[in-house]
Structures are given as structure tokens and as C-alpha cells.
């Protein structure tokens, strides 16, 4: 089994943590994303879509998707659960995971992929040749704005994103927000719930994997 | 429970195929998307990020995203399995129905919802005041045209999407193609393998649910 990692995306950076909260050791291969690693023909001859993480498994597959490589570690090791373990409790869990890519995740990579010159032309993840949209950026900053306001209120209520118990959903919100103070959006000083969530979980053991 | 829903969106559609296929019957709340039925104070009490569908479960909480929904009634009745059984089948199917999502409805939505008059001002689903960017419609074009490729590829040695077995990650895909043919991008003529595999998922008895 191999994953292959770059340390400054945010997406290899969530399944990094959850393996550490698994307790599970895979070898990685860095991939430089900047220096358009993940473009050329001998990555794209590993993953097509040109997309990371990807996990290549012994008997020659691969899985290119996040959530699909967290769910798959989550089957072969199910301690400790970090997608739920009641049906209530895995729906909550998807969909606050969902929300945090959704809202979140695509609001800073609208932001950051469409105003960083390092991004020219990469407009789009996995491929070259579109050009950056600025009025993305705008488009960016208010859902990222609103992303905030709903952890906020959420985390009110609740210790963690789905309940009780740390969840995926946790990793993808972490990784989103960290994500988005590095793209010059912080969390606002007024979301002091949000501050509270993400100073406990930042304290994880995982947390910088 | 009730599931609030809308004939003419792709996302509502996927919940309601599930639930044919599960034989789970939900009553449901026909909201109008199309004469903003999802922004207004009253829906957005029962569902502040004003997306479709929404399933209230009978202890008032409700589930706003469609994989989540799925999933719930995949637990609650796991017969016929629609997410997969085996640890790889799991991440195959929901790695297939994240491609299906991101290469696939995204691209179809960004054409759709920035080209379209009646989605003026509405580019970003859920909220009103985002301009429709043009550019998007461009981006959007080539994103979907690269989807069908991937499809194609896989559907040449598959049988469906994720394997042997009828997934969720067909009911994303074919949700996602026939919103792409109403959005004036249907199956290009030469991908022989999506039409075959089309015309099959389309005579099953949930698929026009």
C-alpha cells in the first residue's frame, strides 16, 4: 500500500490525520503540486485525474478520493469510529463533512485557485489551461463568510461538529479552515465558538500529521 | 419524516431513486425551486442553507445533504445494498459517486446555473445576489466533456460504475447525465459505452421515480 502526499494541501493533510487517529502507518511518495507534479504523464499514468491523495493498493488499484480512502480505512480498522457508528450518527457525521467541503472547502479553493499567481492557469484541480475567474474570489468570500457564521452557530451547541464524539467531519472543517487562514481568511474574532472547537482540536495528536 | 423535494432538480431525484430502489416510501413537500420556493423564511426555518432535498426525521432534526440522506436509509434498511458491502466495494462505490459529483454535476451546474435566465443572480445554490459568471460557462463545458471521457473508460470494462453491482454511484451518475442533457449537453454520439450502460440504468423501475 502507498499514498501519495504533499504536505501543504489540505485534502492529503485529512487522510494524514485520520490515519493517526487510527493508528495506521502507510508508506507516502510526495508529490509537489506547485511544481505541477501531479501534471505529469508519469503521475497521471499512476492517477488519471492528476487529483491527491491518491492510495495505490497491493493488488494494483488505486482510490482517488478522500472520503474513499478515509471510508476504506474506516472498514479494515473500525476503532476508533470516526464516521459514526448509529445511522443518525453517520448521517450527521456525511453530512457535516459534506457541509465543511461543500460551503467551506470550495469557497477557499474558489479564493485561492483564482487569485494566486502560483495558480495561473490551474483555475481547475487535476488540470491545466483555465485561466483564474476574479470574480470568483468574490463569489468565494461570502461562502467561506457564511461557512463561518454556520460553525459558529453550530458549535454553540455541540463540542463537535456532528455530536459528542470527533469525526471526520472535524478533519475536513480543521483541514478547510486551516486551509482558508492561509489563503488570508481566518476565523473571524467574533466566532469564539468556532476559536474554542478549533483550539481543542488542533491539540490533537494528529492534528499536524 | 418527510422528505422535501423538487421534480426537476438532479440532487432531490437521486434520494427518490434510493428510496425506489430500497422500496421505502417517504412522504414528501414539492418545493419550487425555479419560483425561489427554497429561499423563502419559511422554508429556510426548516432548512437554513436553502438546499433540496431535506429529509425531517420524527424527532425534528432534519439531514440536508443527499449522500447523507441516502446513507441513513442505507443503515436503517441495509437490503439491497446500494453503498457497497465489502471494504473496497465501499470505497469504489463512493469514489465513483465523488467523481460523479465533482467532474460531473459540477461542471454540469456551473454551466447551468451561469447561463440559464431564470438562475440570474443565482449562481451559488441556496442564497440569492451571485451574479452568473460567464466564464464559468466555459470551464464548465470542458469539465463535463472530460467527464464522459472518464465514464466511457470505465464503462468499456464495467459493467457499472463501481463494479458488478448497481450502486449510488449510478443513480449520482445518471442524475448527473440527464441534468447535463437538459443543460444541452447530452451523451457525445461516439461513447458507445455510457449509452449502453445508460439505456440500462434508465429501464430500471426506480429510474423516473
Given at each position: 500500500?502507498?499514498?501519495?502526499?504533499?504536505?501543504?494541501?489540505?485534502?492529503?493533510?485529512?487522510?494524514?490525520?485520520?490515519?493517526?487517529e487510527k493508528?495506521?502507518?502507510?508508506?507516502?511518495?510526495?508529490?509537489?503540486?506547485l511544481?505541477?507534479?501531479?501534471?505529469?504523464?508519469?503521475?497521471?499514468?499512476v492517477?488519471?485525474?492528476?487529483?491527491?491523495?491518491?492510495?495505490?493498493?497491493?493488488?494494483g488499484?488505486?482510490?482517488?478520493?478522500?472520503?474513499?480512502?478515509?471510508?476504506?480505512?474506516?472498514?479494515?480498522?473500525?476503532?476508533?469510529?470516526?464516521?459514526?457508528?448509529?445511522?443518525?450518527?453517520?448521517?450527521?457525521?456525511?453530512?457535516?463533512?459534506?457541509?465543511?467541503?461543500?460551503?467551506?472547502?470550495?469557497?477557499?479553493?474558489?479564493?485561492?485557485?483564482?487569485?494566486?499567481?502560483?495558480?495561473?492557469?490551474?483555475?481547475?484541480?487535476?488540470?491545466?489551461?483555465?485561466?483564474?475567474?476574479?470574480?470568483?474570489?468574490?463569489?468565494?468570500?461570502?461562502?467561506?463568510?457564511?461557512?463561518?457564521?454556520?460553525?459558529?452557530?453550530?458549535?454553540?451547541?455541540?463540542?463537535?461538529?456532528?455530536?459528542?464524539?470527533?469525526?471526520?467531519?472535524?478533519?475536513?472543517?480543521?483541514?478547510?479552515?486551516?486551509?482558508?487562514?492561509?489563503?488570508?481568511?481566518?476565523?473571524?474574532?467574533?466566532?469564539?465558538?468556532?476559536?474554542?472547537?478549533?483550539?481543542?482540536?488542533?491539540?490533537?495528536?494528529?492534528?499536524?500529521?
Open positions: 500500500m502507498l499514498l501519495y502526499d504533499n504536505r501543504h494541501a489540505p485534502s492529503p493533510r485529512r487522510v494524514r490525520i485520520f490515519l493517526k493508528g495506521i502507518d502507510v508508506p507516502t511518495v510526495p508529490v509537489d503540486i511544481a505541477g507534479g501531479n501534471l505529469t504523464p508519469d503521475f497521471m499514468q492517477s488519471p485525474r492528476g487529483l491527491l491523495p491518491v492510495l495505490c493498493l497491493d493488488n488499484m488505486i482510490i482517488d478520493e478522500t472520503v474513499a480512502i478515509c471510508r476504506y480505512f474506516e472498514e479494515i480498522k473500525p476503532e476508533p469510529s470516526l464516521f459514526g457508528l448509529t445511522p443518525l450518527d453517520k448521517a450527521l457525521v456525511e453530512s457535516w463533512s459534506r457541509r465543511a467541503e461543500f460551503d467551506g472547502m470550495g469557497g477557499v479553493a474558489d479564493v485561492f485557485r483564482n487569485s494566486v499567481p502560483l495558480m495561473a492557469n490551474r483555475g481547475v484541480p487535476g488540470r491545466t489551461g483555465d485561466p483564474q475567474i476574479p470574480q470568483l474570489v468574490d463569489r468565494g468570500r461570502i461562502t467561506v463568510a457564511r461557512f463561518y457564521q454556520m460553525l459558529d452557530d453550530r458549535l454553540a451547541h455541540s463540542r463537535y461538529l456532528a455530536g459528542d464524539q470527533f469525526s471526520v467531519a472535524d478533519i475536513t472543517a480543521l483541514c478547510t479552515i486551516d486551509f482558508s487562514a492561509f489563503a488570508g481568511m481566518p476565523i473571524p474574532d467574533e466566532d469564539t465558538n468556532v476559536r474554542r472547537w478549533h483550539k481543542d482540536v488542533s491539540q490533537r495528536p494528529g492534528a499536524y500529521a
